[in-house]
């Protein structure tokens, strides 16, 4: 870097960390731009490398956030550690137990290193096996163990059981040590104006098409694994296969779980549902067109009947068999969330502020900056810290500042602070979140849109935000939206536990997942704004929970 741009981010940083003296009215009554510029610059600089879970960028990071914590007077509130030993005679000798700003946790790499996928004709005691070629033909999903067998095959239709609709995949049919051939989607989720399709109501149909509760389901009626078919109605399209090995590998690429300019690599916790105990494997589909005509199988008539008449075609399969076999790599990868408090005047319940600090790296010599993924959120998040540490008096009730980790890994960090609620038997009011808030998608040409997910519709914090929001010299245009969990950042599993939430995000833009991501494009006004809304919705939920 050059001398010039670090005196730059040593200046700005020095004028992040000195806020006016406590108690002081004008240190309370806003927020100013000094108040976080200089964190989210030196967040987004070379020195953090990316900022990647795990990595030493991430740990410099993390004791960056902690220090910043420290700075502001908020209680550590995370590992329990042993204090050094006291020097006062009476107690000299003596340990008492402590806490850290950081919770250490253990995240798992795990790396398919091969796998395979054949399917195999008999024909009186002979056999002839077809492999198929990975990630273009098939593509092997997440899964915990390197295992390998061959069994008999079943289609299973959807692979689902919908009791209130009186339909079931899997009545009357044997899957026990089988595997299980299911199709992409739900009955009618081609037709919305079909029997089945008028019968499922909106908010469950990207329910039935998460292929997790396939999985699941599956594993319970003892299926060894699970191949799920992407199937064409135009399957002329892929007569010769050599020809069309590149469509195929893109139509694969569609369906790809993660983006293939971060990492191939799959991240999880080992409580993580998510991570399969049976394989699972997709099928493009050229290669679900050639199984299910080898099989006898129907898909447009499958997809017909279970449309119109709620009927599954489900079927064991006759002289097919299929092998497999999958090589898992696993490996733990030590990480760290940031948590620091304020206690509140009623300390049995509480308000998380929190947002990702990971960001993706270094990759192939680039360094992914994230100014505004996520050095913003974590900025705005310590900016909302200052402010309340400097305020005279306890804040109503507890407020937790958290930077989590591994959220670019799976939503790993915040994840794990819910499953062993580090907040023990405190209720926890509200979560509110920040991803992204220093930037404006390309449409937004006059940078006032701003986008605030909560739970439902009819959720009182929507009112909230837009009373607060006409506080504001200059309003925003605001998308407020349902969120679920189903979601894409840590707000998720506080919406898994139903514990209300507001997600501020202010667009997405070409920079996105790019070493372009830098802070010189980062719209400090806009952020500024986003964190006086947000603000002024925690003084409300304060206010409506004394």
């Given at each position: ?24 009215p004008k240190?309370?009554d806003?927020?100013?731009i ?12 070379n020195?953090?490398?990316g ?9 410099m ?22 204090a050094?030993?006291?020097a006062v005679p009476?107690n ?20 398919t290193?091969s796998s395979?996928l054949?399917l195999?004709?008999?024909s009186g005691?002979?056999?002839s096996?077809?492999?198929l070629k ?29 009791p ?6 899997y009545?009357n049919l044997?899957?026990?040590?089988k595997?299980?051939?299911v199709?992409?989607g ?5 037709d ?15 329910k039935l098409l ?10 319970a ?6 191949i ?9 399209l892929?007569?010769?296969r050599p ?12 369906v ?7 990492t ?6 080992l ?7 049976i ?7 050229l290669?679900?067109?050639e199984w ?5 199988i129907?898909?447009?008539e499958?997809?017909?009947q279970?449309?119109d008449?709620?009927?599954?075609m489900a079927?064991p399969?006759?002289?097919l068999l299929?092998g497999?076999?999958v090589?898992v790599?696993q490996e ?8 620091g408090m304020i206690?509140?005047e009623d300390t ?6 929190g947002?990702?600090y990971?960001?993706l ?7 992914y900056?994230?100014a505004?993924?996520?050095a913003s959120?974590?900025?705005?998040m ?8 400097e305020?005279?008096?306890k804040?109503?009730?507890?407020l ?10 799976g939503?790993l ?5 819910v499953?062993n609620?580090?907040t023990?038997?405190k209720q926890?009011?509200?979560?509110l979140?920040?991803?992204m808030?220093?930037?404006s998608?390309?449409?937004?040409t006059?940078?006032?849109i ?14 909230i935000t837009?009373?607060a929001n ?8 605001l998308d407020?939206?349902?969120a679920s969990?189903s ?6 599993p506080?919406a898994a536990?139903?514990i209300?939430?507001m997600?501020f995000?202010s667009?997405f833009?070409?920079?996105y997942h790019?070493p ?10 806009k ?8 603000n ?11």
């Open positions: 870097m050059k001398i010039k741009s670090n005196l730059l981010i040593i200046l700005l940083f020095i004028s992040s960390i000195l806020p006016a003296q406590k108690n002081d240190s309370v806003d927020i100013q000094r108040h976080f510029s200089g964190t989210l610059a030196f967040l987004s600089s020195w953090m490398e900022r990647e879970a795990g990595t030493r960028g991430g740990f990071a993390a004791d960056y956030i902690a220090s910043l914590m420290e700075y502001h007077g908020l209680q550590p509130v995370g590992d329990q550690t042993v050094a030993r006291s009476e000299k000798g003596k340990t008492s137990p402590s806490r850290s700003y950081f919770q250490d946790f253990t995240i798992y790499r795990f790396k290193v395979s054949s195999i004709t008999r005691n002979s056999e096996e077809l492999f990975p990630e273009t033909e098939f593509r092997t999903s997440d899964t915990r163990n390197t295992c390998r067998a061959r069994a008999e095959m079943v289609f299973a239709g959807y692979g689902l059981s919908l209130h609709l009186d339909y079931d995949d009545k044997d899957v026990e040590g595997i299980v051939l199709l992409a739900y009955p009618g989720h081609k919305t104006t079909s029997a089945a399709g008028k019968k499922i109501a909106v908010p469950d149909r990207a998460d292929i997790q509760r396939k999985i699941k389901l599956a594993a009626k003892g299926a060894i694994a699970l799920e078919i992407h199937h064409s109605a135009r399957p002329a892929f007569k010769t020809e069309n090995e590149q469509l195929m590998k893109s139509a694969m690429n569609s790809k779980p993660t983006d293939p300019e971060y191939d690599d799959t991240f999880r916790l409580s993580d549902t998510l991570l399969a105990d394989p699972v494997f997709s099928l493009a589909s290669s679900s067109y299910m005509k080898t099989a006898g129907h898909p447009a499958a997809e017909k279970a449309a008449r709620l009927v599954s079927q399969v006759k002289n299929v497999f076999s090589e790599k733990p990868v030590l990480v760290r969330n940031v948590i206690p509140g049995t319940k509480s308000i998380v502020i947002a990702h990971d960001h790296g270094i990759r192939n010599g680039n360094i900056n994230g505004d993924d996520n959120g974590v900025a705005g310590l900016a909302l810290a200052r402010y309340w540490s305020m005279s008096g804040p109503p009730l507890n937790i500042f958290a930077a989590w980790t591994a959220e670019e890994k939503i960090g915040s994840s794990w602070f499953e609620r580090i023990g038997k926890v009011l509200l979560n979140n920040f991803d808030i220093s930037r998608a390309p449409e937004d006059v940078r006032n701003l986008s605030v997910g909560t739970l439902k519709a009819g959720d009182d914090l929507r009112k837009g009373s006409l506080l504001l010299d200059k309003p925003f245009k407020l939206w349902e969990e979601g894409g950042s840590d707000y998720v506080f536990l139903r209300p939430i997600t995000f667009g833009h070409d920079d790019s372009r991501d830098t802070f010189e494009k980062t719209d400090l006004k952020m500024r704004s986003v964190l006086l809304l947000a002024e919705c925690v003084k409300e939920v304060m206010k409506q929970n004394k």
